[in-house]
């Protein structure tokens, strides 16, 4: 009777998916999927389509290369990995369980994914996306590692990822030049109503330790951004110095053809004991790309969204540099 009640509790979330013809997983952890007499200790199958898994390296390590499998996280406690993630594969899709019943938010996701070892210079990340054509849906993601090596939370360096509804956090590696949330070395990456950084955590000095970096390499060998577009996201920090960015690139290559910030929030905790000197920065002048911030605003934050040459800023102030800048009210 329990597995006949979880055949339709899953395959009624199953049932709100666009159509895939591909296999549908839940990762659901053994410590919280207890029903009756029914627990998810091992992959089960529901119809031949639907199977749930005690892990998301379980769940990922059974999703098939390039047949749009997608794989739905519980959103009752966070999903702890072991080593980070590498997702190679094409055309996986990731979804938090917010997705199904309308929670639909920038930060917060009940669906939360952590990376907790001390051990393993590879484990650079939560995770590191270098497949083609993945999504990922109302997830949070952390990074609770304590390895040296483990300063980002999500290394991206596929091609066409869509990311929309997910929050990208990092509490540690405040005082590191070089960390950051979210390194962007991605072909074609789309993220959509997602926030990047915390306004709780404080940067520590006179460090550039970004929300997003651009820096080319990170994600492999010839990786880096190229026609990526961030769409309505936050950007947050906590700063102590005017040398902290929300926005970096060390070189004059990090990006190529464009990057597109579109009605984004550059927003800086009021707590903050000093601004950034600017928003978006880059090691050098941009010399085979350009970045455009369209309509973005800029709240206790920089007086200049950026004064690297080759970031462009759209807006009614003649002088791009401080263009969305807020002004509070008196």
Not at 32 to 41: I, L, P
Not at 56 to 83: F, K, M, P, R
Not at 167 to 186: C, F, H
Not at 228 to 257: H, K, L, M, P
Request: proline share 2%; hydrophobic share 40%; aromatic share 10%.
């Amino acid at each position: 009777m329990a597995y006949e009640n979880q055949q339709t509790r899953y395959g009624a979330i199953a049932m709100k998916l666009p159509f895939t013809p591909g296999k549908i997983m839940f990762v659901v952890p053994n410590s919280q999927n207890s029903y009756g007499d029914f627990q998810f200790q091992y992959p089960v199958d529901l119809n031949g389509r639907v199977r749930t898994f005690s892990t998301l390296a379980q769940a990922y390590a059974a999703a098939d290369d390039n047949a749009n499998d997608v794989i739905i996280l519980d959103g009752n406690s966070t999903h702890t990995l072991t080593e980070m993630l590498s997702i190679t594969k094409n055309r996986v899709h990731f979804y938090g369980l917010d997705y199904f019943t309308g929670a639909d938010r920038p930060y917060g996701c009940s669906a939360k994914v952590s990376l907790a070892v001390s051990t393993g210079a590879t484990n650079i990340a939560t995770i590191k996306n270098t497949g083609i054509r993945n999504s990922f849906h109302n997830i949070k993601f952390i990074n609770g590692s304590t390895v040296t090596e483990g300063i980002y939370s999500f290394v991206e360096g596929g091609e066409y990822t869509f990311m929309e509804n997910c929050e990208i956090y990092k509490s540690t590696d405040l005082d590191v030049t070089g960390a950051a949330e979210l390194v962007m070395n991605g072909d074609s990456a789309y993220l959509k109503n997602c926030t990047i950084g915390s306004l709780a955590d404080a940067r520590s000095g006179a460090v550039i330790r970004p929300n997003v970096l651009f820096t080319a390499g990170i994600a492999g060998a010839g990786k880096v951004a190229r026609d990526v577009t961030f769409e309505n996201c936050n950007f947050w920090i906590q700063s102590t110095n005017t040398a902290n960015r929300f926005v970096y690139g060390a070189n004059a290559t990090d990006v190529e053809r464009l990057a597109l910030f579109d009605r984004c929030k550059f927003i800086c905790n009021g707590a903050s004991s000093a601004i950034p000197a600017q928003n978006v920065a880059f090691g050098a002048t941009l010399t085979v790309g350009a970045v455009l911030l369209s309509y973005c605003t800029s709240v206790l934050a920089s007086t200049a969204m950026s004064t690297t040459t080759g970031v462009y800023v759209d807006g009614a102030v003649p002088a791009a540099a401080t263009t969305g800048i807020s002004v509070q009210a008196s």
